[in-house]
C-alpha cells in the first residue's frame, strides 16, 4: 500500500517537472502586474481554417514566458529606453526630433495595432517601419534606417510597447484588400524543396514539436520580439525570412513588397490578440 502510494507520488512529481519544463497553455500574461494580454481568444472571421487564435508566448516554456511578465526581467526594454531617447533626439537637415512633431510615445498609443495599414497620399500599404522612414527621409531630412536593422527594430520596439493590451485590429478591407489578398496567397503557397506553406507548420500542425521547438501560430504580435538565440531584437521580416529559408525556397527581403504584403496578412490572422510587442522568444 505504502510502495504504491510512494510511486504514485513520484509519477506525479515526474509529470509536474515534465509540464514545468514545457509551456503551459493555460498559463495568463500580465506584465508589470497591469498590463493584461489576451494571449488566446476566437480567430477572426476571415480565417476559416482555425477556431481560436494564440499568442506564441503560450507556446514558449515557463522561464521563456516569465522573462515577458516584468520590463526588468525583458531584455528588449533597453533597446526600448534607447529609442526613448533616439525619439527627442533632433536630427537630420530639418534638425527635428519625432517628439517635435508627434509629443510623447505614449501619444502614439493605439497605432500598432493598426499596421499595416493603407496610406492614402502614398497610394500604398504601409508597415510601421515605411511609415517611420517617411518621416526621416521627408520631414526630418535624415536617412532612412535599413529594414529589420537595430535603430529600425528599438523604436518599432517603443512604439509597440506603447500599445501593449491594446487588440490588434488590421483592416483587410477598404484600398488595403488586395495587398491583404496577395499576402494570404503568399501564406498558403507551398514552397521549396519541402513543398510546405506557412500554414504547413502553423495552421495544422501548431501545438506539435518540430526538432526541439513548440510549433507555435506563427503570430506577430508580439513583435518586435527579443531572441534568446540571437540576444536580440528580431523583425517580422527577418523572422519569415528564416523561415522560409527551412523550407529551403528562395527567400525574399525584408522590406520587400512580398513581405510587406505577408506582414499585413499575417497581422491580420492576430486580430483579437493584444499588442504584446517587444515579445521575449527562443
Ligand atoms: C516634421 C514632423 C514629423 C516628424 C519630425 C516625424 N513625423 Fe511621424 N508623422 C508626421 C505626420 C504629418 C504623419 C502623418 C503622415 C501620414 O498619414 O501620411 C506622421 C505619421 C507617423 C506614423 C504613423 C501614425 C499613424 O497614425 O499611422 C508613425 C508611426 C510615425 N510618424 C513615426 C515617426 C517617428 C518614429 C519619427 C522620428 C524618427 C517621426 N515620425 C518624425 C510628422 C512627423
Ligand atoms: C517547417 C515549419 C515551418 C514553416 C513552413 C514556417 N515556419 Fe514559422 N516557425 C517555425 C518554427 C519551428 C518556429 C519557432 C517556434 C514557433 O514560434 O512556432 C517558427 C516561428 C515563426 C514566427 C514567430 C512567432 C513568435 O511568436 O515569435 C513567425 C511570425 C512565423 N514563424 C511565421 C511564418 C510564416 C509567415 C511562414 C511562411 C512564410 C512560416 N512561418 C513558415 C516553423 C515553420
Redesign the pocket.
Known amino acids: 500500500m505504502k510502495a504504491k502510494l510512494l510511486q504514485s507520488i513520484a509519477a506525479a512529481a515526474l509529470a509536474f517537472g515534465a509540464g514545468a519544463a514545457l509551456a503551459d497553455e493555460d498559463a495568463e500574461l500580465v506584465i508589470n502586474g497591469e498590463i493584461e494580454i489576451v494571449t488566446k481568444t476566437d480567430a477572426p472571421a476571415h480565417m476559416d481554417g482555425m477556431s481560436t487564435i494564440m ?2 508566448w503560450r ?1 514558449r516554456d515557463s522561464t521563456t514566458q516569465m522573462m515577458e511578465m516584468d520590463d526588468f526581467d525583458n531584455p528588449a526594454m533597453l533597446a526600448v529606453e534607447d529609442a526613448r531617447e533616439k525619439w527627442s533626439t533632433p536630427v537630420g537637415s530639418e534638425d527635428k526630433s519625432c517628439a517635435d512633431c508627434h509629443g510623447e510615445p505614449e501619444d502614439m498609443a493605439g497605432v500598432k495595432p493598426v499596421y499595416p495599414k493603407w496610406n492614402e497620399d502614398a497610394g500604398e500599404v504601409r508597415t510601421m517601419q515605411m511609415q517611420m522612414n517617411d518621416c526621416r527621409e521627408n520631414r526630418m531630412g535624415a536617412e532612412p534606417w535599413k529594414y529589420d536593422a537595430a535603430d529600425a527594430l528599438a523604436m518599432e520596439a517603443l512604439l509597440s510597447s506603447v500599445s501593449r493590451g491594446m487588440p490588434v485590429d488590421v483592416a483587410i478591407d477598404g484600398p488595403g484588400q488586395s495587398t491583404w489578398e496577395q499576402g494570404k496567397e ?2 498558403y503557397a507551398r514552397t521549396g524543396q ?1 513543398d ?3 500554414a ?3 495552421e495544422e500542425n501548431y501545438g506539435n514539436m ?1 526538432r526541439a ?4 501560430q ?3 504580435n ?1 513583435f518586435p ?1 527579443y531572441r534568446l538565440k540571437n540576444t536580440k531584437l528580431n523583425g ?1 521580416h527577418s ?2 525570412k528564416g ?2 529559408r ?2 529551403r525556397a528562395e527567400t525574399y527581403s525584408p522590406g520587400s513588397p512580398e513581405f510587406v504584403a ?1 506582414e499585413m496578412y ?1 497581422a491580420s490572422r492576430g486580430n483579437g490578440l493584444s499588442v504584446e510587442g517587444p ?1 521575449v ?1 527562443n
Open positions: 499568442s506564441g507556446f503568399l501564406y519541402l510546405l506553406s506557412c504547413s507548420c502553423h518540430i521547438d513548440h510549433l507555435s506563427g503570430q506577430i508580439g520580439t517580422v523572422r519569415f523561415c522560409v527551412d523550407t505577408l499575417v515579445a522568444r
